[in-house]
């Protein structure tokens, strides 16, 4: 992932979740920011389920330091956590599984194009209210969707979600242990 990449996920609320060499995960984001204006991590834990409760415990990382764990972490996931700032416009962002259950919980409708947009890599029109007016492939129409229907792409190569876990082009023939 780009630091770039990273930083638009984490100024937009996003929590960040790695994993390293050693199998460990790691979440970045999602509880703010420490004293010295870094993002906030779990440290590194051997199951996802021990990572996401400490979501934010630990101090954060220099810029720095992000860049020199970008080099060694896989990505494994994002996820809406937190408000932050508002998605760009022309934003790429993938459709999560979870986007139906999302928009009923926020009032919003739902149908068959929508539900064919799911798993998709789309792009984000404008920010309407509380929601996001998001492209439809064909960029004739838009569809709103709740901001935890969605996660900021990981950079601008291929991806697709295989059973809620997004997998990149650089993740294809590496073997990825999920605990």
Not at 104 to 130: A, P, R
Request: aromatic share 12%.
């Amino acid at each position: 992932m780009k630091y770039e990449t990273l930083m638009l996920k984490l100024n937009s609320g996003e929590c960040v979740c790695f994993q390293n060499e050693n199998w460990n995960y790691r979440i970045i984001g999602g509880a703010g920011k420490d004293s010295n204006g870094n993002y906030r991590d779990s440290g590194a834990r051997s199951t996802l389920e021990q990572t996401k409760k400490l979501i934010g415990c630990f101090n954060g990382y220099t810029q720095e330091e992000l860049k020199e764990g970008l080099k060694e972490w896989t990505y494994i996931d994002s996820w809406a956590h937190a408000y932050g700032d508002v998605v760009p416009d022309g934003t790429k962002v993938l459709i999560k599984d979870n986007a139906k259950e999302e928009c009923k919980k926020y009032g919003l409708d739902w149908n068959e194009y929508k539900q064919k947009m799911v798993g998709g890599t789309v792009e984000i029109s404008c920010k309407s209210g509380s929601d996001y007016s998001i492209w439809k492939k064909d960029k004739i129409s838009c569809w709103y969707f709740p901001r935890t229907a969605f996660v900021i792409t990981p950079d601008e190569e291929k991806i697709s979600a295989h059973n809620g876990m997004i997998i990149t082009e650089d993740m294809v023939g590496k073997q990825i242990v999920v605990k």
